[in-house]
């Protein structure tokens, strides 16, 4: 027998997920049309959008292919909905889980307004969701995606043999071995990708963007995924970009006024000190990619005898610093910088996953104890936009973007509520269903 609303939600408390049972224990029964309008309520008065995020986001939007007419279009009507789909990681194709997330959120898109996915590539290219990689289900071999007379095909089905015995999950990897620990983050087009495109099925193929090796691989990536929803979601308007770019061109610009609260809090001792004893003086605040024994990885870097520090990684702390790292590309903006940026300096909603609505509401709550950023913001904000699910058959077995390019028939259930939508998702969540 299936576990009930209230027993879903107390494992989940006892799962130290409070914020996501919370939510579920209101919502679970609704519809998710009805679910999705709400996700989709703008606050009455947000305050305009910084100049320079306004600033950020068109150079994003120019950076993956835009006009400047356009980008400044897109801008405005970013300004407008407030609303940022966020849950979701920078890749070549996407999995089940965010096919669930986009669905919900279109649901509720108003008529003549896009839909913004904000990626984050501030991630290994091995991370859960294989940014590097066409993911596909069994329901396909290799063959079907891609030629045998590809380049490295033997290589690729030993690959493709050996992930079939331990798992459902397909996926074609674009990017060689030594780039797997590697930062999505403005990396470049490998040859290996360019090589093999080709060769790819044409139902897939006719949404590749043109790309040659050197390329920026979030930019193409970004063009690719944003190809492939529209065509599975037709008629909608779909915009994907790289949200670590834009949260870096932002501090660039930030960080030249004394004045601002970032540049407060990353080189004012006092309030540097007072903002880190409330969150954690091991608060992540920028990713690094180091090399290391022959081997490329990401670090992450917190504050440590007033410098910038990872395992392998010191930088001193000063504007001029700091501003050369982000115009280089060394430091890449993390989780706690951007989303206070976005959500508690600029009262954007930011549509997020499982994880995301709980640091969110951590995130606030200690905002609000420091009283440093403006309160009004910080306490109207929603935090709780939850759009998480996973889409099954009526097997039980997920299904991908990809599938639905490669032919698979199947349509999104009618009628679906918030708790039908999440209730495949819960064994990733340690619930037994």
């Known amino acids: 027998m299936p576990l009930d609303t209230k027993t879903i939600c107390r494992l989940l408390q006892n799962a130290n997920r409070p914020e996501l049972a919370k939510i ?14 709400q996700l989709w309520e703008k606050p009455v008065a947000p305050p305009p959008f910084e100049i320079e995020l306004r600033e950020a986001f068109e150079i994003e939007f120019c950076r993956i292919g835009y006009t400047k007419i356009e980008a400044k279009a897109y801008s405005t009507a970013l300004d407008r909905t407030r609303v940022l789909q966020t849950a979701t990681h920078l890749t070549v194709s996407e999995g089940p889980t965010f096919l669930a997330l986009h669905h919900l959120s279109l649901l509720g898109l108003p008529v003549e307004e896009t839909y913004f996915v904000g990626a984050f590539s501030g991630v290994p290219f091995a991370n859960a969701a294989w940014s590097g990689c066409l993911n596909f289900s069994n329901r396909f071999d290799l063959e079907t995606v891609i030629d045998p007379k590809a380049p490295g095909f033997a290589e690729l089905k030993r690959a493709d043999s050996d992930r079939y015995r331990d798992s459902d999950e397909r996926r074609l990897s674009f990017i060689p071995g030594s780039m797997r620990d590697s930062r999505v983050y403005q990396s470049k087009i490998p040859e290996k990708l360019t090589s093999l495109l080709p060769y790819i099925a044409e139902p897939i193929l006719k949404y590749v963007p043109v790309v040659k090796p050197g390329d920026g691989f979030t930019a193409w990536a970004s063009q690719f995924s944003a190809a492939q929803l529209r065509k599975i979601m037709p008629g909608k308007s779909v915009l994907y970009f790289d949200l670590n770019e834009v949260i870096r061109t932002y501090l660039i610009l930030v960080l030249k006024n004394s004045q601002h609260p970032l540049f407060r809090f990353l080189f004012e001792p006092t309030i540097r000190k007072t903002v880190l004893d409330e969150f954690s003086p091991e608060t992540p605040l920028f990713t690094v990619e180091v090399h290391h024994k022959n081997k490329i990885r990401q670090e992450t870097v917190v504050f440590k005898d007033d410098m910038l520090q990872s ?34 300096i600029n009262a954007l909603i930011c549509f997020g996953s499982f994880e995301q609505v709980e640091y969110l509401s951590e995130f606030r709550r200690k905002w609000l104890k420091l009283g440093f950023l403006e309160q009004e913001t910080v306490r109207s ?31 999104f259930m009618e009628n679906q509520t918030v708790g039908d939508l999440m209730r495949p998702l819960l064994p990733r969540l340690g619930i037994e269903v």
């Open 24 to 37: 579920l224990g209101e919502v679970w029964e609704t519809p998710l049309l009805d679910y999705a309008d």
């Open 311 to 344: 395992q392998n990684f010191q930088l001193d702390v000063s504007p001029e610093k700091i501003i050369k790292a982000l115009e280089s590309g060394t430091l890449c903006p993390g989780l706690f910088i951007t989303f206070t940026t976005l959500c508690f």
């Open 381 to 411: 904000v929603n935090t709780s936009a939850l759009t998480s699910g996973r889409c099954i058959d009526e097997y039980g077995v997920a299904v991908n973007p990809l599938d639905l390019l490669l032919g698979f028939r199947w349509s």
